[in-house]
């Protein structure tokens, strides 16, 4: 169990990291597709391998009060906290300035809980939260199939359906309310996720000569079909090939499972790890203040952050910093906004 708490807190430090800095605007092409082709679906299929066999007979009407607390409160909480924010002060700054969005858009966007055409303009990311809330209800019902061979169909069925959806999408990115579409491909992960996870926790199979073969050839893979596809984007339902897409992010996913597992216990990755909940719907706000100590403070040009890689770096090390405290923080005194009643617990053996 404590390897297995090493590996997943790693693993989710890895996939914090790039998603933070893949919303940095200095990455070379060839680098943003390797992170999105895998960033969003590495914490679906994170959030799958460690669903409890428990869940097959829990009563329905429990689990979505659980996940209702768990997804939705933490959602409507940093909703509030970024829309404040953006309300009396971002907007007036920067590209939002520019963009002129309408407020009562934003606002109502936040009920519509897409991360596309400007409706969650004060916080992108919040889309994630709902997305998997919708995904964990899909869930719960094709938990229930068996043999599971019919699981492994239903799986392939609806990565063919959340594909196909994509061939629909109106001019303008229209998207359905909550990321439902999006819930559909996403679902996948989740699922392989939760079949992998037995065979992962356990790890026998990593101490083999066997590591090395699979990690190279995931890397091979993960390399090619990400490169070789469009820039994928989760949230506007963008996967580019379905063939690439899907091996892209299954061999991403095992590429960097292995890494993680190879990385020896560190206090401040698995602290990191720990904070990915406050981290991921954060780190948005933290940039704008980042560029306007960088621009008014320093007096360095806001421009420079469009060719360099090194900025982008670090911008996504010092906002994963500055965050930590502030997730000591809201553990310790305002669990409430994350849908705890009280300190919140290690996720790994929640």
Known sequence: MNNRIVWIDTLKAIAIFMVVIGHTIGLPEFTEKMIFSFHMPIFFWLSGSLVREKIRHTPFVDYLKKKARTRLIPYLSFSVISYTLWFFLLRHFGTQ???????????????????INHRLDHDTVLWFFL?????????????????????????????????????????????LPWNIDIALSMVVFYGIGYLCGPYFKKGAWMRSHWQWALGVISLIIYTACSLINSKVAVVAGNYGNYFYFYAAALSGILFWVII??????????????????IIFPLHLLVFPFLTAGMVYGLKIPADIKEDSILL????????????????????????????????RKNRNNS
């Open 312 to 343: 982008s770096i670090g911008y996504a090390v010092i906002s994963i910093l500055v965050l930590l405290p502030v997730a000591d923080l809201i553990n310790k005194y305002f669990p409430f906004l994350l849908g705890m009643p009280g300190k």
């Open 131 to 175: 997305c998997l809330f919708v995904t964990e209800i899909i869930f719960f019902w094709i938990i229930k199939i068996r043999p599971i061979k019919w699981f492994v169909f239903i799986l392939a069925l609806f990565s063919i359906a959340g594909y196909a959806d994509t061939w629909f999408n109106r001019p303008d990115g229209f998207r």
């Open 97 to 115: 300035a520019q963009l002129n969005i309408s407020p009562m858009h934003t606002f109502t966007g936040i009920f519509y809980g897409n991360g």
């Open 260 to 277: 993680a597992m190879q990385i020896p216990k560190l206090s401040l990755i698995s602290k990191i790890g720990d904070s990915t909940l």
